[in-house]
């Protein structure tokens, strides 16, 4: 199974920042990657498919970008709505579709 | 509009059986695959299952293989969880959530449309 390190797993930043988050696989997924933020008690919400398409109504302060191996999600200005639990998804191949950790990310 | 909802979640006794439920709305289970996705309290994210668009691909977790089997109603627009042999493990919220890709099949997208999940506690 393809494995996802996703880092940091938590991050405080305030107003403003801009915040980057990592995922990295552990063999090489082309651009099978997705982002995901989820809200405490809501259900996740897609952001980023094929690691750097915006999905539709998504602010576009979000961003993503890299291939293979090495994965970067950004937050260009981060806002107050946008405190929440963020994860990457990878969907190289066959199942299972691995997501990374999580990193929680707070306001400073 | 695109929905999933789930529902049949519930307290159930180790070994014992649960059948979840997603009704869906605004596409057709003959038109995308669907994916279970679940979350144990306070833990990240785990893909379960997913069902293509006709039904007849399926793929499982290797937690859940062999006790767990997804089908569904066409006619109800609506997509079962069967979970047999339950264990405190599989205590979690469960989420249904639909594909990116029309008509995927063996391999698919990720899921752009989640249901608001559904709690299944296992204890005794």
């Known amino acids: 199974d393809i494995q996802m390190t996703q880092s940091p797993s938590s991050l405080s930043a305030s107003v403003g920042d801009r915040v980057t988050i990592t995922c990295q696989a552990n063999q090489d997924i082309s651009n099978y990657l997705n982002w995901y933020q989820q809200k405490p008690g809501k259900a996740p919400k897609l952001l980023i498919y094929?690691?750097?398409n915006l999905e539709t109504g998504v602010p576009s302060r979000f961003s993503g970008s890299g291939s293979g191996t090495d994965f970067t999600f950004t937050i260009s200005s981060l806002q107050p709505e946008d405190i929440a639990t963020y994860y990457c998804?990878?969907?190289?191949?066959?199942?299972?579709?691995?997501f990374g950790q999580g990193t929680k990310l707070e306001i400073k | 509009q695109v929905q999933l909802v789930e529902s049949g979640g519930g307290v159930v006794q180790p070994g014992r059986s649960l059948r979840l439920s997603c009704a869906v709305s605004g596409f057709t289970l003959t038109t995308y695959g669907v994916h279970w996705v679940r979350q144990a309290p306070g833990k990240g994210l785990e893909w379960v299952a997913v069902i293509s668009y006709d039904g007849s691909n399926q793929y499982y977790a290797d937690s859940v293989k062999g006790r767990f089997t997804m089908f569904r109603d066409n006619s109800r627009n609506t997509l079962y969880l069967q979970m047999n042999s339950l264990r405190a493990e599989d205590t979690a919220v469960y989420y249904c959530?639909?594909?990116?890709?029309?008509?995927?099949?063996?391999?698919?997208?990720?899921?752009?449309?989640w249901g608001q999940g559904t709690t299944v506690t296992v204890s005794s």
């Open positions: 094929d690691a750097s």
């Open positions: 998804q990878q969907y190289d191949n066959l199942p299972p579709y691995t």
């Open positions: 959530a639909k594909d990116r890709a029309v008509r995927a099949f063996l391999y698919y997208y990720g899921m752009d449309v």
